[in-house]
């Protein structure tokens, strides 16, 4: 009806109203083509929109399924984090422990060093020590072969002299019976040979010239004395002749010193006057004279001095070598 009233106008209107029909016949196909674009695009648009639609619940599916894996991961990651948690605190407790540890191993390393201190220390005191008792055995070898030599030297000083000891009592038991024989008042030692002689028949108390009676005795008693000593068995073995002056304690040390030595020489003076000329050559390298003061008195058996005893005049020998064998063997005995 509306194009037939349309088309009524149009009709009623003449020629003018062709241009309205004209126009109105272009602005209907506008509108229609612009209703056909407008469905078009709504077609379009819904069409789109069912697609986006689609591709959104594909991709809402796809985030679904993204966010239940990423659930899951956080979940998993929840589960790891707390696992790395105790692991941080395993590693924290493991970093103390190895922190104690490590500072226990510092002090054990300090105390090692000072030991490895000390240590040296001892190895180089070790070492010295060694050294020192390699020098002292090098020092012992030597004294052992020294001591060795000195036991051979000895050896051979005892062989050469051995017949000493038994030449000395031989000495001593003939002047023991050539003393006797001669009715000489003489007391010989019969350990050493010593023979002592009453001072009284020699001398006044306090003075030291040889009286006559002592002359006398000394006038006897020489040639019966060297007559044993100077025989040739002997006299190459004989060392030394020795006159001994003693006193009683009467008197201070040097008063009696004195005296002692006065007498002792002035006995000696004599014997070398009463005897031959080639006996005092001999004598004057092995006579000599020797004073004792009062330090070897001589005592009675209560134990009081005996003061005529004790003014004495000694005659004493030694043999040549018998002081160094007596050394010798002291210090081996002491070895």
Not at 267 to 277: D, L, T
Request: contains cysteine; proline residues 1%.
């Amino acid at each position: 009806m509306a194009r037939q009233h349309v088309h009524n106008r149009r009709a009623g209107r003449g020629n003018g109203g062709s241009y309205w029909i004209s126009y109105s016949d272009i602005m209907a196909a506008l509108v229609l083509v612009f209703v056909l674009f407008l469905v078009f695009n709504l077609y379009q648009y819904n069409k789109m929109m069912e697609e986006k639609t689609l591709e959104l619940e594909r991709q809402e599916a796809q985030i679904k399924l993204q966010q239940d894996e990423l659930d899951k991961n956080n979940a998993l990651i929840i589960i790891k984090q707390g696992e790395l948690d105790k692991a941080q605190a395993d590693l924290t407790t493991k970093e103390e422990e190895l922190a104690l540890v490590r500072s226990d191993l510092e002090a054990k390393q300090k105390e090692l060093d000072t030991q490895t201190i000390i240590l040296i220390g001892q190895q180089e005191e070790l070492d010295n020590a060694k050294a020192t008792l390699a020098a002292k055995e090098t020092e012992l070898n030597s004294l052992q072969l020294q001591l060795s030599q000195q036991r051979e030297a000895f050896e051979r000083e005892t062989a050469s002299v051995s017949s000493l000891v038994g030449i000395r009592t031989e000495i001593v038991a003939e002047l023991t019976r050539a003393l006797t024989a001669s009715n000489l008042a003489a007391t010989v030692d019969p350990t050493n040979g010593d023979i002592v002689l009453e001072s009284a028949v020699f001398f006044e108390s306090g003075k030291s010239e040889i009286r006559d009676d002592g002359k006398s005795l000394l006038n006897a008693f020489l040639p019966v004395y060297l007559g044993v000593l100077l025989q040739p068995k002997y006299r190459d073995y004989l060392g030394e002749i020795i006159v001994e002056g003693h006193t009683d304690s009467t008197g201070t040390y040097i008063k009696n010193l004195k005296l002692s030595q006065d007498r002792a020489l002035n006995v000696v003076i004599y014997c070398f006057s009463i005897i031959n000329s080639s006996q005092q050559q001999l004598m004057q390298e092995i006579l000599t004279a020797k004073g004792r003061s009062s330090s070897d008195p001589i005592y009675n058996a209560d134990g009081s001095e005996n003061k005529d005893a004790s003014r004495r005049v000694e005659f004493k020998f030694s043999l040549r070598d018998a002081e160094m064998i007596q050394e010798m063997n002291r210090i081996l005995q002491g070895h």
